[in-house]
């Protein structure tokens, strides 16, 4: 019984982290519970406990860390560190400790000194991206600039079509937020179709997998012989429906915020980590 216990967990959980080789339904639903909790709890005990604000000067901030975590994933992507943590869960494990241990000596600023967050944590998290890129090119034997302009330019075409749609049609649910946060998804769709279409990487996780799978099993509506293109719906009926419901239901603006805020957070971490991935990795 024990032993088939740790192949259990050898097979499932820590070879995928050991061997950075991606996601099954078992860690999936694991880590997507454990997220759900985490985020619950740091709401309820800290955000919403201390009244904190989701502002201009707080999401300038976040910024910094985003940035942060997605160039340390490429640190792993590169070799340039093969530590296990920075691998899923445990990068985000490590980037949250180190950002939240941040804010925190940055909010005791904040309110002793006056000292915008900016000034503070969000100097950190830039500091640290930077010492992060700087890793990276000099690592990097090449610059893949076509396949990074090319994803940026479906990017912003998405953008335009998010902008005329919102003129013209769905203007008032089309808020700065909800904006932000589909596209912070729709860059991660743009990087994941630009990369499986011509550049010939695989997707790692579990439900874009399947689609993508089941459209070249079934030799369906292929792009040069990749269903990658599906990564573009699939962001575009789960993400506007989420955000529907979070509008619909939230209960306070800072929840509201906040919820939006981990939506933005998880595309556009994996989205800047595609792009920069397919900068240095060809």
Request: with cysteine; charged share 15%; hydrophobic share 50%.
């Amino acid at each position: 019984m024990i032993k088939m216990f740790r192949e259990f967990i050898d097979k499932y959980y820590l070879d995928p982290i050991m061997q950075d080789s991606g996601y099954n339904p078992i860690n999936t639903l694991t880590w997507a519970i454990a997220f759900v909790i985490a985020i619950w709890l740091l709401y309820e005990h800290f955000f919403k406990k201390n009244k904190i604000k989701i502002d201009n000067d707080f999401t300038k901030s976040l910024l910094g860390w985003i940035i942060f975590g997605a160039l340390l994933r490429i640190v792993r992507d590169l070799n340039i560190s093969t530590s296990p943590l920075l691998v899923t869960p445990s990068i985000y494990i490590l980037v949250f400790a180190l950002s939240f241990t941040s804010l925190l000596a940055a909010l005791h600023l904040k309110k002793a000194k006056k000292i915008k967050l900016t000034r503070t944590w969000g100097l950190c998290g830039y500091i640290l991206s930077t010492a992060a890129i700087t890793a990276i090119f000099t690592t990097a034997k090449s610059l893949n600039i076509t396949a990074f302009l090319f994803i940026y330019l479906i990017w912003f075409s998405w953008f335009a079509v998010i902008l005329l749609t919102k003129k013209n049609i769905a203007g008032k649910f089309l808020t700065n937020w909800n904006i932000t946060a589909i596209m912070a998804h729709l860059l991660d769709a743009s990087g994941t179709f630009v990369s499986m279409t011509y550049y010939g990487f695989t997707e790692k996780h579990v439900l874009g997998r399947w689609l993508i799978e089941f459209l070249e099993t079934n030799n369906t509506l292929l792009i040069n012989a990749s269903g990658s293109w599906i990564m573009f719906a699939l962001k575009l009926a789960v993400i506007p429906l989420s955000l529907w419901a979070i509008d619909k239901y939230s209960e306070s603006e800072t929840e509201n915020k906040y919820m939006k805020m981990i939506i933005i957070i998880l595309g556009l971490g994996i989205g800047i980590r595609n792009s920069f991935l397919l900068l240095t990795c060809s």
